[in-house]
Protein backbone atom coordinates (compact mmCIF):
# COMPACT_ATOMS: atom_id res chain seq x y z
CA UNK A 1 0.00 0.00 0.00
CA UNK A 2 0.97 3.44 -0.87
CA UNK A 3 -0.22 6.71 -0.14
CA UNK A 4 -1.23 9.50 -3.05
CA UNK A 5 1.75 10.93 -2.44
CA UNK A 6 4.34 8.56 -2.50
CA UNK A 7 2.26 6.24 -5.20
CA UNK A 8 3.27 10.18 -7.26
CA UNK A 9 6.69 9.60 -6.64
CA UNK A 10 7.04 5.88 -7.63
CA UNK A 11 5.22 6.53 -10.87
CA UNK A 12 5.10 9.54 -12.84
CA UNK A 13 7.93 10.49 -14.98
CA UNK A 14 6.59 13.86 -17.03
CA UNK A 15 7.43 17.56 -16.86
CA UNK A 16 9.44 18.10 -13.81
CA UNK A 17 8.27 15.01 -11.67
CA UNK A 18 11.29 13.88 -9.49
CA UNK A 19 11.12 10.08 -10.77
CA UNK A 20 11.97 11.71 -14.14
CA UNK A 21 14.41 13.74 -13.37
CA UNK A 22 16.56 10.34 -11.70
CA UNK A 23 15.62 8.61 -14.62
CA UNK A 24 17.58 11.03 -16.69
CA UNK A 25 20.96 9.75 -15.28
CA UNK A 26 21.04 6.94 -16.66
CA UNK A 27 21.54 5.85 -20.07
CA UNK A 28 17.86 4.55 -21.15
CA UNK A 29 16.81 1.57 -24.15
CA UNK A 30 15.46 3.94 -26.65
CA UNK A 31 14.01 1.36 -29.42
CA UNK A 32 15.94 -1.67 -31.08
CA UNK A 33 18.53 -1.42 -33.12
CA UNK A 34 16.20 -3.58 -35.37
CA UNK A 35 14.04 -0.75 -35.76
CA UNK A 36 16.29 1.24 -37.84
CA UNK A 37 17.84 -1.51 -39.99
CA UNK A 38 19.42 0.75 -42.74
CA UNK A 39 21.54 3.49 -43.47
CA UNK A 40 19.01 6.53 -44.72
CA UNK A 41 16.44 4.20 -44.08
CA UNK A 42 12.97 5.49 -42.58
CA UNK A 43 13.27 7.60 -39.28
CA UNK A 44 10.99 6.69 -36.27
CA UNK A 45 9.22 8.22 -33.50
CA UNK A 46 9.95 7.29 -30.04
CA UNK A 47 8.47 8.79 -26.69
CA UNK A 48 10.65 8.29 -23.28
CA UNK A 49 9.90 10.46 -20.45
CA UNK A 50 7.30 12.51 -22.07
CA UNK A 51 8.73 13.53 -24.53
CA UNK A 52 8.56 13.16 -28.13
CA UNK A 53 11.84 11.93 -30.47
CA UNK A 54 12.86 11.27 -33.37
CA UNK A 55 15.53 8.73 -34.21
CA UNK A 56 16.75 7.70 -37.81
CA UNK A 57 20.27 5.74 -39.08
CA UNK A 58 22.33 8.32 -40.82
CA UNK A 59 24.49 7.65 -43.53
CA UNK A 60 27.66 6.57 -42.50
CA UNK A 61 25.37 3.92 -39.71
CA UNK A 62 25.29 6.16 -36.79
CA UNK A 63 21.97 7.12 -34.86
CA UNK A 64 20.81 10.25 -34.27
CA UNK A 65 17.73 10.56 -31.32
CA UNK A 66 16.36 14.33 -31.00
CA UNK A 67 13.04 16.36 -30.91
CA UNK A 68 10.32 15.22 -33.10
CA UNK A 69 9.69 18.63 -34.01
CA UNK A 70 11.75 21.12 -36.03
CA UNK A 71 14.13 23.77 -34.25
CA UNK A 72 12.61 26.18 -37.24
CA UNK A 73 8.85 26.26 -36.95
CA UNK A 74 8.27 23.43 -35.42
CA UNK A 75 7.16 20.73 -38.12
CA UNK A 76 7.67 16.92 -37.19
CA UNK A 77 11.09 15.49 -38.76
CA UNK A 78 9.27 11.82 -38.60
CA UNK A 79 8.08 13.01 -42.56
CA UNK A 80 11.41 14.32 -43.37
CA UNK A 81 14.03 12.94 -45.86
CA UNK A 82 16.95 11.09 -43.86
CA UNK A 83 20.04 11.46 -46.57
CA UNK A 84 23.49 12.36 -46.76
CA UNK A 85 24.33 12.89 -43.05
CA UNK A 86 21.25 14.18 -41.61
CA UNK A 87 17.72 14.41 -41.52
CA UNK A 88 16.13 16.97 -43.36
CA UNK A 89 12.68 18.95 -42.90
CA UNK A 90 10.04 19.01 -45.31
CA UNK A 91 8.76 22.31 -44.61
CA UNK A 92 12.07 24.31 -45.33
CA UNK A 93 14.78 22.31 -45.43
CA UNK A 94 16.64 22.85 -42.54
CA UNK A 95 18.51 20.04 -42.13
CA UNK A 96 20.06 18.50 -38.82
CA UNK A 97 23.08 15.73 -38.16
CA UNK A 98 22.88 13.06 -35.55
CA UNK A 99 24.05 15.58 -33.05
CA UNK A 100 21.70 18.57 -33.77
CA UNK A 101 23.85 20.58 -35.42
CA UNK A 102 21.75 22.63 -37.64
CA UNK A 103 23.98 22.04 -40.83
CA UNK A 104 21.58 23.22 -44.07
CA UNK A 105 19.59 25.92 -44.07
CA UNK A 106 18.64 26.69 -47.85
CA UNK A 107 15.83 28.83 -48.01
CA UNK A 108 17.90 31.18 -45.43
CA UNK A 109 20.06 34.13 -47.23
CA UNK A 110 23.17 34.37 -46.28
CA UNK A 111 26.78 34.76 -47.06
CA UNK A 112 28.58 32.59 -49.56
CA UNK A 113 30.59 30.25 -46.90
CA UNK A 114 29.30 31.54 -43.74
CA UNK A 115 28.27 28.79 -41.24
CA UNK A 116 24.36 27.61 -40.97
CA UNK A 117 22.42 29.17 -38.10
CA UNK A 118 24.66 28.31 -34.36
CA UNK A 119 21.53 26.66 -33.62
CA UNK A 120 21.73 23.15 -32.02
CA UNK A 121 18.24 21.17 -31.85
CA UNK A 122 17.88 19.12 -28.81
CA UNK A 123 19.31 15.86 -29.62
CA UNK A 124 20.39 13.31 -27.00
CA UNK A 125 23.62 11.47 -26.82
CA UNK A 126 23.56 7.46 -28.48
CA UNK A 127 24.87 4.25 -27.69
CA UNK A 128 24.82 1.24 -29.59
CA UNK A 129 25.38 -1.71 -27.59
CA UNK A 130 23.36 -5.34 -27.23
CA UNK A 131 20.66 -4.75 -29.54
CA UNK A 132 19.70 -1.57 -27.89
CA UNK A 133 20.07 2.24 -28.92
CA UNK A 134 21.10 3.80 -25.73
CA UNK A 135 20.10 7.28 -24.64
CA UNK A 136 21.64 9.74 -22.38
CA UNK A 137 19.25 12.25 -21.37
CA UNK A 138 20.08 13.88 -18.37
CA UNK A 139 22.44 17.37 -18.84
CA UNK A 140 25.91 16.46 -20.38
CA UNK A 141 28.06 17.55 -17.23
CA UNK A 142 26.22 14.30 -15.34
CA UNK A 143 26.67 12.15 -17.91
CA UNK A 144 28.20 8.93 -17.11
CA UNK A 145 30.43 6.72 -19.47
CA UNK A 146 28.14 4.16 -20.76
CA UNK A 147 28.44 0.42 -19.25
CA UNK A 148 27.48 -3.12 -20.59
CA UNK A 149 24.34 -3.41 -19.32
CA UNK A 150 23.72 -6.79 -16.82
CA UNK A 151 23.50 -9.35 -19.47
CA UNK A 152 24.87 -10.87 -22.57
CA UNK A 153 28.71 -10.24 -22.17
CA UNK A 154 29.88 -13.10 -23.76
CA UNK A 155 31.94 -13.43 -26.43
CA UNK A 156 29.30 -15.30 -28.86
CA UNK A 157 25.89 -14.40 -27.30
CA UNK A 158 22.26 -14.64 -28.41
CA UNK A 159 19.85 -11.51 -28.10
CA UNK A 160 16.50 -11.95 -28.36
CA UNK A 161 14.13 -8.62 -27.81
CA UNK A 162 10.29 -8.67 -27.85
CA UNK A 163 9.41 -5.06 -27.61
CA UNK A 164 6.03 -4.50 -26.64
CA UNK A 165 4.10 -1.08 -25.75
CA UNK A 166 1.89 -0.78 -22.79
CA UNK A 167 -1.06 1.89 -21.74
CA UNK A 168 0.22 1.79 -18.18
CA UNK A 169 2.41 3.09 -15.87
CA UNK A 170 5.67 1.12 -15.35
CA UNK A 171 6.24 0.39 -12.40
CA UNK A 172 3.00 -1.90 -12.84
CA UNK A 173 5.30 -3.75 -15.17
CA UNK A 174 8.46 -3.60 -12.73
CA UNK A 175 6.30 -5.03 -10.09
CA UNK A 176 4.91 -7.70 -12.29
CA UNK A 177 8.87 -8.45 -13.35
CA UNK A 178 9.49 -9.23 -9.80
CA UNK A 179 6.62 -10.92 -8.36
CA UNK A 180 7.88 -14.97 -8.37
CA UNK A 181 4.54 -15.97 -6.86
CA UNK A 182 2.12 -14.78 -10.26
CA UNK A 183 4.28 -17.19 -11.88
CA UNK A 184 2.50 -20.46 -10.61
CA UNK A 185 -0.95 -19.40 -11.72
CA UNK A 186 -1.32 -16.75 -14.22
CA UNK A 187 1.36 -18.75 -16.24
CA UNK A 188 0.46 -22.24 -15.13
CA UNK A 189 -0.04 -23.38 -18.27
CA UNK A 190 3.25 -22.91 -19.72
CA UNK A 191 4.75 -23.25 -16.42
CA UNK A 192 4.53 -27.12 -15.04
CA UNK A 193 6.39 -29.03 -12.27
CA UNK A 194 8.47 -31.63 -12.97
CA UNK A 195 10.66 -34.37 -10.80
CA UNK A 196 13.43 -33.39 -12.36
CA UNK A 197 15.85 -30.42 -13.76
CA UNK A 198 16.25 -31.81 -16.99
CA UNK A 199 14.81 -29.58 -19.52
CA UNK A 200 15.58 -31.46 -23.11
CA UNK A 201 13.37 -30.07 -25.92
CA UNK A 202 12.13 -26.86 -24.17
CA UNK A 203 12.18 -24.94 -27.37
CA UNK A 204 9.69 -27.28 -29.64
CA UNK A 205 7.63 -27.85 -26.03
CA UNK A 206 6.97 -24.73 -25.37
CA UNK A 207 6.36 -25.15 -21.59
CA UNK A 208 8.84 -24.44 -19.19
CA UNK A 209 9.08 -26.58 -16.05
CA UNK A 210 10.01 -26.74 -12.57
CA UNK A 211 11.40 -29.14 -10.21
CA UNK A 212 8.70 -28.22 -7.21
CA UNK A 213 5.05 -27.98 -6.80
CA UNK A 214 4.81 -25.37 -4.37
CA UNK A 215 2.88 -22.32 -4.92
CA UNK A 216 3.39 -20.69 -1.79
CA UNK A 217 7.40 -19.08 -1.80
CA UNK A 218 8.71 -17.78 1.30
CA UNK A 219 10.51 -14.89 -0.01
CA UNK A 220 13.42 -13.17 1.30
CA UNK A 221 14.68 -9.62 0.31
CA UNK A 222 17.84 -7.89 0.22
CA UNK A 223 18.63 -4.72 -0.60
CA UNK A 224 21.69 -3.70 -2.25
CA UNK A 225 23.69 -0.50 -3.38
CA UNK A 226 22.02 -0.94 -6.94
CA UNK A 227 18.64 -1.59 -6.33
CA UNK A 228 17.36 -5.13 -4.44
CA UNK A 229 17.72 -9.12 -4.85
CA UNK A 230 15.37 -11.23 -3.81
CA UNK A 231 14.89 -15.00 -3.64
CA UNK A 232 11.92 -17.40 -3.72
CA UNK A 233 12.00 -20.57 -1.94
CA UNK A 234 9.58 -23.27 -3.02
CA UNK A 235 10.11 -26.78 -1.24
CA UNK A 236 11.38 -29.01 -3.94
CA UNK A 237 9.82 -32.24 -5.69
CA UNK A 238 13.08 -34.36 -4.80
CA UNK A 239 15.21 -34.16 -1.09
CA UNK A 240 12.80 -31.49 0.28
CA UNK A 241 14.36 -32.12 3.72
CA UNK A 242 17.89 -30.48 2.97
CA UNK A 243 17.08 -28.68 -0.46
CA UNK A 244 15.15 -25.40 -1.81
CA UNK A 245 14.29 -24.46 -5.08
CA UNK A 246 15.58 -21.01 -5.60
CA UNK A 247 14.28 -18.90 -7.65
CA UNK A 248 16.20 -15.28 -7.12
CA UNK A 249 14.79 -12.31 -9.11
CA UNK A 250 17.07 -9.15 -9.26
CA UNK A 251 15.58 -4.61 -9.39
CA UNK A 252 18.95 -2.43 -11.00
CA UNK A 253 17.54 0.54 -10.94
CA UNK A 254 16.12 2.71 -12.42
CA UNK A 255 14.46 0.29 -14.40
CA UNK A 256 15.99 -2.92 -15.12
CA UNK A 257 14.29 -6.55 -13.85
CA UNK A 258 17.00 -9.84 -13.95
CA UNK A 259 14.42 -12.89 -13.88
CA UNK A 260 15.42 -16.29 -12.78
CA UNK A 261 16.58 -18.35 -16.34
CA UNK A 262 15.52 -21.21 -17.33
CA UNK A 263 17.70 -24.66 -18.75
CA UNK A 264 18.39 -22.84 -21.98
CA UNK A 265 18.58 -19.23 -21.75
CA UNK A 266 18.31 -16.41 -19.49
CA UNK A 267 15.85 -13.13 -19.19
CA UNK A 268 16.11 -9.58 -18.80
CA UNK A 269 13.62 -6.90 -18.88
CA UNK A 270 13.61 -3.24 -19.49
CA UNK A 271 10.71 -1.32 -18.81
CA UNK A 272 11.38 2.23 -20.05
CA UNK A 273 8.27 4.79 -19.18
CA UNK A 274 7.03 6.33 -22.13
CA UNK A 275 5.11 8.98 -19.91
CA UNK A 276 3.62 8.80 -16.56
CA UNK A 277 0.37 6.31 -18.69
CA UNK A 278 2.37 4.55 -21.32
CA UNK A 279 5.83 2.09 -21.60
CA UNK A 280 8.03 0.84 -23.51
CA UNK A 281 8.52 -3.01 -22.05
CA UNK A 282 11.68 -4.83 -23.62
CA UNK A 283 11.71 -8.76 -22.72
CA UNK A 284 14.87 -9.98 -23.58
CA UNK A 285 16.23 -13.83 -23.72
CA UNK A 286 19.70 -13.94 -24.19
CA UNK A 287 22.50 -16.59 -23.67
CA UNK A 288 26.68 -15.40 -22.84
CA UNK A 289 27.66 -17.89 -25.33
CA UNK A 290 25.80 -19.78 -27.63
CA UNK A 291 26.46 -23.67 -27.54
CA UNK A 292 24.72 -26.31 -28.96
CA UNK A 293 21.22 -26.30 -27.54
CA UNK A 294 21.01 -23.19 -26.02
CA UNK A 295 19.99 -19.87 -26.51
CA UNK A 296 16.67 -18.93 -28.06
CA UNK A 297 15.63 -17.56 -31.47
CA UNK A 298 14.19 -13.97 -32.26
CA UNK A 299 11.47 -15.61 -33.93
CA UNK A 300 10.73 -18.40 -31.54
CA UNK A 301 11.06 -15.86 -28.54
CA UNK A 302 8.55 -13.44 -29.59
CA UNK A 303 6.03 -16.46 -30.79
CA UNK A 304 6.62 -17.38 -27.31
CA UNK A 305 6.12 -13.83 -25.97
CA UNK A 306 3.52 -13.27 -27.69
CA UNK A 307 5.02 -10.47 -29.17
CA UNK A 308 4.57 -11.08 -33.08
CA UNK A 309 4.31 -7.78 -35.12
CA UNK A 310 1.37 -8.18 -36.88
CA UNK A 311 -0.09 -11.27 -35.38
CA UNK A 312 0.42 -10.27 -31.57
CA UNK A 313 1.09 -6.58 -31.93
CA UNK A 314 0.25 -3.59 -34.75
CA UNK A 315 3.60 -2.17 -36.49
CA UNK A 316 4.49 0.34 -33.54
CA UNK A 317 4.22 -2.78 -31.39
CA UNK A 318 1.22 -2.06 -29.18
CA UNK A 319 -0.53 -5.25 -28.73
CA UNK A 320 -3.74 -5.74 -30.87
CA UNK A 321 -5.24 -7.08 -27.47
CA UNK A 322 -7.10 -5.12 -25.73
CA UNK A 323 -9.56 -4.44 -23.37
CA UNK A 324 -11.87 -3.05 -26.47
CA UNK A 325 -12.06 -6.98 -27.45
CA UNK A 326 -11.35 -8.73 -24.18
CA UNK A 327 -7.73 -9.26 -25.08
CA UNK A 328 -9.17 -11.84 -27.05
CA UNK A 329 -9.72 -14.54 -24.20
CA UNK A 330 -10.49 -17.80 -25.26
CA UNK A 331 -13.02 -19.20 -22.34
CA UNK A 332 -13.79 -22.40 -24.29
CA UNK A 333 -9.79 -22.89 -24.13
CA UNK A 334 -10.38 -22.08 -19.89
CA UNK A 335 -12.59 -24.93 -19.77
CA UNK A 336 -10.17 -27.68 -21.63
CA UNK A 337 -7.55 -27.01 -19.38
CA UNK A 338 -5.92 -23.29 -20.51
CA UNK A 339 -5.68 -21.46 -16.80
CA UNK A 340 -6.25 -18.03 -19.05
CA UNK A 341 -7.51 -18.45 -22.47
CA UNK A 342 -4.41 -16.59 -23.34
CA UNK A 343 -1.76 -17.47 -25.48
CA UNK A 344 1.75 -16.10 -24.51
CA UNK A 345 3.14 -14.99 -20.89
CA UNK A 346 3.73 -11.62 -22.28
CA UNK A 347 -0.38 -11.51 -23.14
CA UNK A 348 -1.19 -12.68 -20.00
CA UNK A 349 1.07 -10.06 -18.01
CA UNK A 350 0.12 -7.49 -19.95
CA UNK A 351 -3.68 -7.92 -19.74
CA UNK A 352 -3.17 -7.99 -15.66
CA UNK A 353 -1.26 -4.90 -16.28
CA UNK A 354 -3.15 -3.03 -17.96
CA UNK A 355 -6.46 -4.01 -16.42
CA UNK A 356 -5.09 -2.18 -12.96
CA UNK A 357 -5.50 1.20 -14.58
CA UNK A 358 -2.84 3.25 -16.14
CA UNK A 359 -1.83 3.86 -12.75
CA UNK A 360 -2.54 1.76 -10.02
CA UNK A 361 -3.89 3.55 -7.05
CA UNK A 362 -1.82 1.70 -4.83
CA UNK A 363 -3.40 3.31 -1.75
CA UNK A 364 -6.27 0.75 -2.28
CA UNK A 365 -4.80 -2.21 -2.27
CA UNK A 366 -4.43 -5.48 0.19
CA UNK A 367 -1.20 -6.91 0.12
CA UNK A 368 -0.09 -10.39 1.25
CA UNK A 369 3.04 -12.08 2.36
CA UNK A 370 4.13 -12.79 -1.33
CA UNK A 371 4.65 -9.22 -2.14
CA UNK A 372 7.52 -9.25 0.24
CA UNK A 373 10.02 -8.11 -3.18
CA UNK A 374 7.32 -5.56 -4.50
CA UNK A 375 6.94 -3.71 -1.54
CA UNK A 376 10.54 -3.81 -1.10
CA UNK A 377 11.03 -2.61 -5.05
CA UNK A 378 8.63 0.48 -3.81
CA UNK A 379 10.24 1.54 -0.85
CA UNK A 380 14.13 1.41 -2.84
CA UNK A 381 12.56 3.56 -5.28
CA UNK A 382 10.01 5.77 -3.20
CA UNK A 383 13.36 6.33 -0.99
CA UNK A 384 15.72 7.04 -3.94
CA UNK A 385 13.47 9.74 -5.54
CA UNK A 386 13.48 11.55 -2.28
CA UNK A 387 16.93 11.02 -1.77
CA UNK A 388 17.83 12.51 -5.50
CA UNK A 389 15.63 14.84 -4.70
CA UNK A 390 17.28 16.19 -1.34
CA UNK A 391 20.46 16.62 -3.55
CA UNK A 392 22.00 13.07 -3.08
CA UNK A 393 24.08 11.11 -5.87
CA UNK A 394 21.87 8.80 -8.09
CA UNK A 395 20.67 5.63 -6.63
CA UNK A 396 23.26 3.04 -7.71
CA UNK A 397 26.27 5.91 -8.84
CA UNK A 398 27.99 5.96 -5.65
CA UNK A 399 31.40 3.72 -5.27
CA UNK A 400 32.33 0.85 -4.29
CA UNK A 401 30.13 -0.41 -6.62
CA UNK A 402 28.98 -4.01 -8.40
CA UNK A 403 29.73 -3.69 -12.47
CA UNK A 404 25.99 -4.63 -13.88
CA UNK A 405 27.77 -7.00 -16.16
CA UNK A 406 28.73 -9.27 -13.19
CA UNK A 407 25.14 -9.06 -12.04
CA UNK A 408 22.87 -12.10 -13.12
CA UNK A 409 19.72 -13.54 -11.19
CA UNK A 410 19.65 -17.05 -10.60
CA UNK A 411 17.80 -20.29 -10.60
CA UNK A 412 18.63 -23.79 -9.02
CA UNK A 413 18.32 -26.65 -6.24
CA UNK A 414 20.18 -25.44 -3.46
CA UNK A 415 21.51 -26.83 0.04
CA UNK A 416 19.24 -25.17 2.51
CA UNK A 417 22.40 -23.88 4.22
CA UNK A 418 23.44 -21.36 1.50
CA UNK A 419 23.74 -18.23 1.28
CA UNK A 420 20.95 -17.49 -1.71
CA UNK A 421 22.85 -13.84 -1.46
CA UNK A 422 26.13 -14.78 -3.10
CA UNK A 423 24.53 -16.98 -6.19
CA UNK A 424 24.55 -15.03 -9.46
CA UNK A 425 26.79 -12.59 -9.01
CA UNK A 426 29.47 -13.54 -11.72
CA UNK A 427 33.68 -13.23 -10.29
CA UNK A 428 35.95 -10.26 -11.26
S1 LIG B 1 9.68 24.03 -39.96
FE1 LIG B 1 11.30 22.74 -40.45
S2 LIG B 1 12.48 23.86 -41.84
FE2 LIG B 1 10.86 25.18 -41.34
FE1 LIG C 1 4.59 -12.91 -15.67
Not at 93 to 116: F, I, L, S
Amino acid sequence: MLNQQDNDLLTRVENQAPLGQLMRRYWMPACMSEELPQPDGDPIKVRVLGENLVAFRATDGSVGVMDELCPHRRASLLYGRNEEGGLRCLYHGWKMDVEGNVVDTPAEVRREGAPCKKIRHKAYPVRESHGFVWIYMGEEATMPEFEPPAFANGTNPIISIAKINLPCNWAQIVEGGIDSAHASLLHSSEIRPTGNTARAGLAETHTLTRPSVDKAPRLHVHRTEYGMRYVALRTPITNPETDEYARIATFIAPCTVLSPPNGTYSTIQFIVPRDDESTSFYFVGWTDDQTEGTGVTQEVWRQRMGAVVGVDLDDDHWPLRTPANRFKQDRAAMKQGSFTGVRGIANQDSMMWVTMGPISDRSKERLGTSDAAVAQFRRVMVEAVKAFSRGEPPIGTTQPRLPHRRIRSFEGVIKKETDWRELGILPE
